[in-house]
């Protein structure tokens, strides 16, 4: 594919496979399917209806909708119209979209539902938006300033196209495509300015290093977060590969066996999950059927381990057999048959994750990158992945640690900066090198090892420098405990908050022998502190030079979540969300 401009790759798939299915979307539990010569028309449609609308070239466009056809068929008709789309979370709050809306100028915004369009009431006069385009139609709406998608893409014709076709000629691989507004761990968020040129490097050198001819994928994150545009979009757009929409997170493990991808993408949460609940099943087996599944599982992960030592496929008689009995059907229930890449992102995943998968036949690659840089950076090696790393970088990049450990970064991947914020882009673009804002090394391999973000270190009381992520990646281990956050800056000593891990505890209190009423009794209960305050001294604190063990812990009794404010739509916890918030349990611990 040496088409750079989004649009022109949409454009060239309906010419060459017109009638090859491009999308494929639910309609109750039937499939229905768009091929890339509608997925083409829809989009010019748009850019039509748009122009019709009064949109003017570089205008940016809101969308807030779940993962749906149509909402791919907004992105790329604001494109083909000549403007960027601005993408929001569909978990934002009111005040968050405002936010949004006004920093992006948008005078028009492309919103799912009833849900979303309350939101844009609530802050109507605090936003510049002069018409509303819903994709679910409701009754209840001011019809003067909203319009039904049908009654929109109705406004387009033929007098629009002369126009439509000058504005998809002007467009130049430097121009921005999309705008990836940071979920916003810390403060406001910013607008990370994405280019046509910056996708197309994204899906190529991704494609590359991974060998893939065709992608065929469950999109299921928010597209407002830049690892689902790479999976969707730039994956799919350099192979004329086949997408799956899922509009809801929790189906995502029906539509993993129905659509069977060879690409996926999971945040660790999500492969937590999954594993948690194939653990559970197959410690279910008893007698020769466990026997079995427990010889499968170690020929498998042997394989695997000697195979990655050597950067070889290593395929013994007995891995064959293992497969064939076992590890095929196990990948089969889960959808992964078909699979292979499976990537993990957006945060750091446990060794125990990753091992587990791998003794199952799928090996999670890890991928480090942020918005800024596209969403790439590095990955795990193909053939040779190392666990605990995030691999090597690309080869179209220049990539070096600085004196103060922080990642910098070049290539073409890259983003040129913020949308109206030369302070936080000249930050960015210091010295000509991208900052990461993480702080890592490379391990005796070249492999590099990401420690921490920069912002995230700790400096205690007694000027000692601590990375709070290993510490908190092995409380998460400690089974029943959810989430964890090391707390400790310019404090004589660590303490963390942690939550309960609801899924898991039932068989945790079991094993204990606890008797509850409710699962969040847990977090108080004498017998389950015991047992945590005994996992922190010998599974967590061994090890750890005497300033960075932790002294002390509160044990919140529901885990965090996007609805109560601490995660992330893309499930990262917002580590100052969690301070502020449990302020008074933190003081007590002190």
């Known amino acids: 594919m040496d088409k750079v401009i989004a649009n022109e790759q949409i454009n060239y798939w309906a010419e060459k496979i017109p009638d090859r299915n491009a999308l494929y979307n639910k309609a109750g539990n039937t499939w229905q399917t768009t091929s890339w010569k509608e997925y083409k028309e829809k989009v010019d449609a748009v850019s039509r209806s748009l122009i019709a609308l009064g949109h003017k070239s570089d205008e940016c466009v809101g969308i807030i909708a779940h993962n749906c056809k149509e909402f791919l068929f907004s992105q790329f008709g604001i494109v083909g119209a000549g403007g960027i789309p601005a993408p929001i979370y569909v978990t934002s709050k009111a005040d968050q979209v405002a936010y949004i809306l006004k920093h992006s100028k948008s005078r028009f915004v492309i919103i799912e539902d009833e849900t979303q369009y309350k939101k844009l009431v609530q ?92 992608t065929r994928v469950v999109s299921y994150l928010p597209l407002s977060h830049i690892a689902e545009q790479i999976i969707t979009n730039a994956a799919q757009l350099y192979t004329g590969g086949e997408v799956y929409l899922c509009p809801d997170m929790k189906e995502v493990k029906d539509y993993l066996i129905e659509a069977r991808p060879n690409v996926f993408l999971g945040v660790p949460r999500v492969w937590e999950k999954f594993a948690d609940a194939v653990g559970k099943q197959l410690s279910q087996a008893t007698g020769m059927k466990r026997k079995l599944l427990d010889w499968a599982r170690k020929v498998e992960l042997a394989c695997f381990d000697k195979g990655a030592k050597q950067g070889k496929n ?162 998460h281990s400690i089974p029943g405990i959810g989430h964890a956050v090391v707390v400790g800056d310019r404090r004589k000593y660590l303490v963390a908050v942690l939550t309960l891990d609801h899924e898991n505890m039932p068989a945790i209190a079991e094993e204990l022998n606890i008797e509850y009423q409710s699962t969040s009794d847990l977090a108080t209960d004498d017998s389950f502190l015991a047992y945590v305050e005994e996992k922190v001294q010998n599974d967590v604190n061994t090890g750890l030079a005497q300033y960075q063990t ?20 893309t499930m990262k916890v917002k580590r100052k969300v969690v301070i502020q918030k449990y302020d008074a349990e933190i003081e007590k611990l002190y």
Do not use: C
């Open 123 to 214: 802050e109507r006069d605090n936003i510049d938006v002069e018409k509303v385009i819903v994709l679910r139609d409701f009754a209840d709406r001011d019809k003067e300033w909203s319009l039904s998608f049908d009654e929109f893409m109705q406004l387009g014709n033929k007098e629009h196209e002369e126009e439509r076709q000058s504005r998809l000629k002007a467009l130049d691989k430097d121009k921005t495509m999309l705008l990836i507004y940071t979920s916003g761990t810390t403060g406001r968020p910013k607008a990370v300015i994405i280019t046509h040129n910056n996708l197309y490097a994204t899906g190529s050198i991704a494609i590359r290093r991974f060998n893939l001819k065709r």
């Open 314 to 475: 290593i395929q013994s008689f007995s891995r064959k057999l293992a497969n064939k009995l076992v590890i095929s059907k196990i990948k089969e229930r889960l959808g992964f048959d078909r699979i292979e890449v499976a990537v993990t992102g957006a945060a750091p995943i446990s060794i125990e994750t990753q091992k587990f998968f791998a003794s199952i036949g799928i090996t999670i690659f890890e991928v480090y990158g942020m918005s800024e840089t596209s969403g790439l950076i590095s990955t795990t090696v193909p053939l040779k992945p190392r666990f605990g790393t995030v691999g090597k970088s690309f080869d179209e990049l220049e990539l070096r640690i600085a004196e103060d450990g922080e990642i910098l970064v070049k290539g073409p991947n890259m983003s040129p900066g913020y949308l109206h914020d030369e302070e936080n882009t000249a930050e960015l673009w210091e010295g000509g090198w991208l900052h990461t804002g993480d702080i890592g090394k490379f391990d005796d391999e070249g492999n590099l090892v990401i420690t921490d973000r920069k912002k995230n270190l700790i400096i205690t009381a007694g000027g000692k420098n601590i990375a709070p992520q290993p510490i908190e990646q092995a409380l």
């Open 550 to 569: 932790i002294k002390k812990f509160y044990i919140h009794p529901q885990e965090f979540s996007v609805e109560t404010g601490e995660m992330t739509p």
